[in-house]
């Protein structure tokens, strides 16, 4: 909690809370196919890697910048903002999934791992498949796990929106 000080926080809030930022229709959360009128998404792709090189994707990268020095990110693999609307049933599951399973590895540089930072706070949350655990969704807070793990970010009923940014990295071995 409280990974940035305030006026780092309020930049990346006025950014992506606000109505000029460019978001991109999903017509999926997680599994693309399903027919279900409630599962879709706004994305907004900071980073992605790219055949032996990565690329930014915005020209809000720097905004970003910040979380990925709190992080101690070596290697950068994809970072994606996610906004998902207010939804009028609690707790609304579409599934639990790995973030990028064929970018999930181990080299010499460390594992890959993912974080997910909250732009807002709202009464959704990140469940993890095999503990059960649940991370509400709190401003400034930033959770990290292995990339191979299961989990699913769960709508909020109480603000209009639930805004995360999700990191996948190699954070490097210690010397």
């Not at 990346?12 to 959360?29: A, K, R």
């Not at 970003?64 to 049933?89: F, Q």
């Not at 909250?118 to 401003?139: H, M, P």
């Amino acid at each position: 909690d409280g990974l940035l000080d305030d006026g780092e926080l309020k930049k990346i809030q006025d950014l992506l809370l606000g109505c000029e930022f460019p978001w991109y229709f999903n017509h999926n959360t997680v599994q693309a196919g399903q027919d279900i009128l409630s599962d879709f998404q706004m994305t907004h792709t900071f980073y992605r890697e790219g055949k032996n090189f990565g690329f930014v994707h915005s020209d809000s990268f720097k905004f970003i910048k910040p979380i990925l020095e709190k992080i101690g990110c070596k290697i950068l693999i994809k970072v994606k903002a996610n906004l998902r609307t207010v939804t009028s049933e609690k707790d609304m599951f579409f599934g639990f999934h790995t973030d990028d399973e064929s970018r999930s590895y181990e080299s010499i540089y460390g594992s890959t791992e993912t974080a997910i930072f909250y732009v807002n706070t709202n009464n959704g949350y990140t469940l993890f498949e095999d503990s059960q655990k649940k991370i509400d969704s709190i401003k400034n807070r930033l959770v990290t796990f292995p990339t191979d793990t299961k989990h699913c970010g769960i709508s909020c009923t109480d603000n209009k929106h639930r805004v995360v940014i999700n990191f996948n990295y190699i954070k490097g071995r210690k010397q």
